[in-house]
């Protein structure tokens, strides 16, 4: 699947999310795996709670952090494609 900025992205609904020990951990309950979040991965995991293009992401990621913005898409994709393999995420 090729994610492109017209890509909308959205968090499955089968997971758990926590804080644990100061770090956003987010679970998924059927594979059992977990996975750590860091806090630009929280940033992108708040915004996709509810449907969101990776456009909108991305600017919003450029408006919050001092990155450049190929880098910053760079990481963004890779973030989502890793939350879709994890089935933690859909694109559409």
Known sequence: MSITDRSVVVAT???VSADVGG???VLHPETGQYHGLSDVA?????HIQE???VAEIHRLLLEEYDV???ECRRDL????DELVTARLATVE
Request: glycine fraction near 4%; hydrophobic fraction near 50%.
């Open 13 to 15: 609904q089968n997971h």
């Open 51 to 53: 449907p969101a293009s």
């Open 77 to 80: 994709v890779a973030f989502v």
């Open 42 to 46: 929280y940033a992108i995991w708040t």
């Open 68 to 70: 450049g913005a190929e």
């Open 23 to 25: 770090e956003q951990v």
